[in-house]
């Protein structure tokens, strides 16, 4: 048997954090060797993610131990950066960050973590920048069609789940309100359409970055329903061909010749799609889990790129469903 | 004191039929004189409405009692009309129809039951034909701006609660399917688009109907959220002033200077709207209970008007809030 | 028309505080004169309970206008003896407290405001104490048992909505941790056990005391549902007979000869009660909405009794149902 | 490398049938040969079971492959038993059943699978009768009391989510309906009531089986929550070393020392135990998924005793958590 490669996770506390954990926990070529938390050294890790008794007996620790492999900042926005800047890393370490710290690259060697857009890169990359989880499902919505250069003008509709929020305490997250309840937020302003504007230009240089998103609180935990149209003279076999073969070889990715629904993909790290096709417009649908093709799995996912490992090593994950 | 009105429902057992008799039961001026059923014939109300245990000692009625002075038709959709070809209608007796049967107006006289944007014409007309829920949240929202000759190409979201889909049992409405879930439909072909079409180009004849509805599913009972955008030129200030302008005098349609969310409306006869500027695009929320103004509310209130009450006569409703 | 009684509420920006108002804002023979809360003063209503807009232009008040015929106390726990304490309250005004701080009865003339067990003496009460939401619904269905001496050891399951818990920010009322789970809490151990005790001993004074009540958070926003259980010799005919008797004359207490379920009664005043007899045990399950009957609902119903108002004004609401 | 174990499923379209397939579809040591099933025959499992696009691309089968070891039964109660009277199934093949048509092993060499309780028996058996969802979390809440002698009179709430119904389309299972509704059924009768009796006694001969449940319908998809009480004289900690060393060596059944919500357990094989001693008597919570525990997880543990494989293959699975 190979020796296992050894991860360490800063900012275990969190949901992303909570969630790389039980992924590591359970991967068959990569141990968990650390979880760094300030405000909860010494407390079993189950102490917060109740869901883990019975899992593991590992705690969290105060300490950063070098001796790993890879690096997962499960920080806030800001912090990551924060971190980098106050705690040297050696150089052999691969780190990968969930926060929208390094995502547009500027003037940091990360490498946007997308698989499906660039994953050679990954392979060979130091450093990878996590994608936005809003940002993933709206990318793998359009990627085929900016490679093939027909992106125009995009209207979408984003629907997320609680955990999008995170797990601080505000009004909108207080059952009592959440329950039953819609309501937007950041409607076509939201931070995301930096880094899907930065990728469909990088593949289609003439699109003018016309993106529309209406970005929805949904009543329920987990998972992102995205449904995007526009101008598109394909036929439905047209388009059903370009985005099949887009992502054959792609293992998480999709498409659906039926009518898709949120809870196919919650709990895996999968993204489906789903075309139709109304009078000149293509409609697209592209769901995923926020927190894990949307986070923390595709964070996995890059890390099994990076380490040189099967793509789909620890990721292979029993829906939900119901 | 005044001497009541008499009303009917034909078909009560349904959604729109439980709501209006849960309606009428407590109006002050109408008394409910039947509620017809052919397959619940002789069971009480609260065996079918069970909610209506205490309320009532109603039973449904096998028999249509011409003594009345409006007449409810709580039928899906193509019964209306079957059951209008097929049962003698007294000319004395007012219609309020809640099926789409009448909608489009051509060739009958059913005049269309959006107070906000023809009550003068409701106020005289004998036969009324009730707005679906969609239409009436999405009219709302732009019947302003179609009156100041705004409107351009439209592009909405609306997520609609499952009591939308009616009472029959299906896989979208099993419960374990429907939980924490998200899915769409009729995506840009939904049939409320053509009697949203009829109203909007007979206040600006120049718009060219261009209007994009994304149905979605969602995870809750109640409530229809609608958010809808285009491209203008007013300013906050005037767009709200506009909507206020608009609404002044309308009862149940209130322009929001804060943040909406869906349970403001939820059990109540109230349409909620809220404005934002997001650089040339003008976003308008507007909100409803589908089964209340988007249904049986509005019938009640097109009730008021035909018999010449207040218009808010049975309508003031609390609201669930949670 | 009849001059209105005024009224007024301290503590206004809570859940039991909102329902109040909602319910006086559309009471024929109440009116609201003003909502007291020290941190909302000045801000209109609606800014706090956003389902207001459109309903009332009142503002939250840092006064207390003396000139009103009763007072509800929608305070917290503790805070509405303090509040009594430093506040003098004129002699001509009712007051209605809705925490349990005099719900005992110790050395306070506060009467127990449970109108199915002591109506003539609420009808006659200065100061009453409105019984806990738990209470109120374990209450209703022991209280023919207690008055026919049948009382014995009494097994409860009560389920509750997350608006028991109140509006304060807690891990267990974050959206994200409550939705789809259970939990229980002060299992054995509630502190409404001590009202419903004294209670049935006043009824049965050779009852032990003996109820084992089991509460659980429940995964929606409002309703009360209890089991109970015990050892009963009547058939259930007889034990049909015993509650259709001692609820007969009260306008919101029920005996449903069918199968009951929680969404009968939520958002309404009403308590619905349904028996089962299993071999030796008679089971009684009975339901209410937790912020109406089990408190804002019956304060008013309580109000209504101690002014010599038709005990249902201003209480006949329409049912969420859905 | 191993061969493969081959294993087939009789009755795959349904929800048991569906999570057998996700668990052995992931197994490490274990092949899904074919799902058998008559209506569906030819179409892939994913047009059932959606969540499986992109996992597999087996059909669904029409013929029954003796070349497997294993097989499970995933049938509605009395089919199996119609089954096996009608197909003949070589003596070599192990049948796991997931009905209740065997478990109470009346002149039948079936064993019941409930390993925390006859692990042993097991391991030898050629024929398992897996336990019912209620009475796997109600027996594993009660064995080590049973086995020390200490079982009394018991009172047991048990909160069922919707998948416990199946997939039947009912009234019951209706979204509108069940969201935000609770109800209860069979109270003091449920079936499952027979099985765990013999259990208890089997381990308690002089236990007279008094053993109260009732059973609640859940307003949320997966999951069952038991909260069970009695007399019992153990102190707390003697009460928490009776339990810890009982599950000593057992994988998936924890006592945990934290108060437990059911989300610990949703999506997972464990069973969670919370124990509190209020006064004279012993509270027991215990927690598990209906779909896996109490059904096919808890099936594919017992194939992989009756295999000889480590008894957590292919059961190491991702917490939902949220």
Redesign the interface.
Known sequence: MQKKFKAGIIGGAG?TG??AI??LL?HPDVELAFVHSRSNAGNPLH?V??????ETALAFSANIDENVDVLFLCLGHGESRKFLESTPIPAHIHIIDLSQDFRLGENVDFVYGLPEYNREAIRKAKHVANPGCFATAIQLGLLPLAKAGLLKEV?S?G?T???G?G?S???T????????????YK???HQHLKEIRRTLQALQPAYSGAL?L?P?R??????I?I?S?LECALTPEEAYKLYADYYNGH??T?V?D???????????N?C?IQL?K??D?L?I?S?EDN?LKGASGQAVQNMNLVLGLDETAGL???????
């Open positions: 949901y909570g969630e039980r992924l359970h102490a993610h109740g869901d883990l008794l019975g209207h509709t629907i789940g609680s955990t929020a797990q305490l505000q009004s997250t207080h059952f009592t309100w959440r329950a039953n309840n819609i309501s937007t409607v076509l302003t529309n209406v929805v949904g009543d329920y935990p987990r998972g329903w449904t149209y293992p998480f999709h659906s039926r009518q898709i629904d949120l809870k196919q993909v919650v709990n895996t999968k489906l139709e109304v009078d417009r409609v649908h769901i927190l292979k994950l029993k829906s939900i469903v119901f």
